[in-house]
């Protein structure tokens, strides 16, 4: 890179200039030149990947497409670009260099945060996630690259060790754990959630206490979205779930069958056993014939409240 910068500086002079004058007309090329780059990825090479991406017969591209990630990996080229040519700033090279690389480290976030929200909608495509869903955990990781990168950025930008920026976090940790409270208590609540496999996507939950009666939509490391059955959206933090009872209807929806209570008053004095002719009369119904079968061979003494079935 310094062999370029003394060519363009021989280039200048030859032409006259001084130099102030071969400075910014450097700048200016290096700006064109990452602005050129820029045009060339994202009009040619992202069209050529897009299009590779809708002919490909896995759709996992088509997941990275939309969350653009591919878009966002082409944005950290024209900052590269002018923090490779920072010395030709001069005195503001220290600037442009923390600039650029601070630009560089929020690019990388974005990168890593719009592929780990592409994997877990790639997971969502498979039965296993409505059973075990991982946003939660995505969300986990997000949150923790999201704190080690800001301390990359912080210590550039404040010329200092990432191990000094850590050190002072301890004295805020108080401050620290009031901010996350909710993330922490969602991520242990989710935990347990998914191991003991309490919720699920789809259950149909019921929870007076949050007005919410319907299915479970979606479950995020602090909330759980569930569409009543008005159509209306209530949000649940995770946490509640734990600390509250709540009532999980998956096991009537599983076995197809529901028990009702309803009191039914019977005149004591109506009860009497059957004979043939009712025994015969019984037997017309498909949905207790089976049944009047099984206890003629069992030779049981059948009543008239005995065949009587919901």
């Given at each position: 890179?310094?062999y ?152 550039n ?42 919720l699920?996507?789809?259950?149909w ?13 979606d ?11 008005d ?8 946490y ?71």
């Open positions: 890179m310094d370029i910068i003394d060519l363009l500086n021989e280039l200048g002079e030859s032409f006259g200039f001084s130099e102030f004058g071969t400075r910014f007309t450097i700048i200016i090329l290096v700006f064109l030149f990452a602005i050129i780059v820029n045009l060339i990825i994202k009009k040619i090479v992202l069209k050529i990947v897009y299009k590779n991406a809708e002919k490909n017969r896995f759709k996992w591209d088509e997941f990275f497409k939309d969350r653009k990630v591919f878009s966002r990996i082409a944005n950290l080229v024209p900052p590269l670009i002018i923090f490779l040519f920072a010395p030709v700033f001069n005195n503001l090279q220290s600037f442009v260099e923390k600039a650029s690389s601070t630009y560089i480290y929020i690019m990388i976030i974005l990168i890593f945060d719009s592929a780990l929200s592409a994997l877990n909608d790639i997971y969502k495509t498979y039965d296993i996630s409505k059973e075990k869903p991982i946003k939660s955990y995505i969300q986990v990781l997000k949150i923790v690259l999201f704190s080690f990168m800001s301390i990359i950025i912080i210590s930008l404040i010329d200092k060790s990432p191990m000094f920026i850590l050190s002072g976090l301890g004295v805020m940790s108080a401050v620290l754990m009031l901010i996350f409270k909710d993330a922490i208590l969602g991520l242990a609540a989710g935990i347990q959630l998914a191991t003991n496999e309490m699920r996507i789809g259950d939950i019921d929870m007076p206490q949050h007005g919410a009666d319907g299915d479970v939509v479950i995020s490391l602090t909330t759980v979205k569930v569409k009543n059955f159509k209306t959206l209530t949000t649940i933090p995770t509640s779930l734990v600390s509250n009872s709540f009532k999980n209807w998956r096991g009537m929806q599983e076995t197809g069958a529901r028990r009702i209570k309803r009191s039914i008053l019977i005149d004591v004095h109506s009860v009497f056993f059957l004979d043939e002719e009712w025994i015969q009369k019984m037997k017309e119904f498909d949905l207790i014939k089976d049944y009047i079968g099984s206890k003629i061979e069992e030779d049981a003494k059948l009543t008239n409240i005995g065949t009587f079935r919901i």
